[in-house]
């Protein structure tokens, strides 16, 4: 898939990515009121997760079994394939965007640039915010919306529209509008919340939330090559806010351990 995105709803930044991109041109503004009377179920927004994650995962470039990524994530995330009630299961898109999604059947994707970039205890922090969206129902809005642009329905026919079953130009068209969907600032909040309670009840090293921040933070700074970055961060709360409220309540905890300057890493962290 060519795509331009970093959603990580938790990064809410990217670089240039490789990906097959579809473009879907001037889509109806879906968030009115008759989509949001629209009625969806959580097994619908599974349903339609499962074809769009089915959709990406043919159309990028996946690591395989034996691949450094596939076992640097599974060292980290073994564990969490049930994690809070969710049923989840995770996979390594071998592209140059810095990201990480979760969608709303429990598939968590992590791209290999963000992996070669952040740290064990930041990885965690990162992939802990998405199950956070997964588990706060953020993704089925995310994927409610997706569905409604590559139907092209409109606020009249959305508010009494069931599910239809979508052709494969849709799908595709489904799977691009989830990706550049965009959380509410609301919604990050809560998900970082969900990250630092996920980190501190596992015994991780709470501060590598603040640390991947921070880092977020830099690339949100990178001058006109990242001119793509600034875009996104504009809807989002301000990382450096983000990383301080982290450090603030890893303080109150007594789990505040000062990691220093953080730069970004000049070589890749997964080898």
Known sequence: MKKNFIGITFLSAMYHVEAQKINLGKATDIISKGAKAFTFTNAEAVKLSQESVAYMDKNNQLAGSKDPYTIRLNKLFAKHKSQDGLILNYKVYKVKDINAF????????VFSSLMDMMTDDELLAVIGHEIGHVKNEDTKDAIKSAYLKAAALDAASSASSKVATLNDSQVGKMANAFLDASHSKKQESEADVYSYDFMKANHYNVVGAYTAFKKLALLSEGGS?????QKMFNSH????????????????????KDPGTVTLPKTKLTK
């Open 237 to 256: 709360p301000d990382s450096n806010k983000r990383a301080e409220a982290i450090k603030k309540r890893a303080e109150k905890d007594g789990l505040w």
């Open 225 to 229: 090559a990242q001119s793509g970055l």
């Open 102 to 109: 979760a969608c709303a059947d429990g598939s968590v994707r």
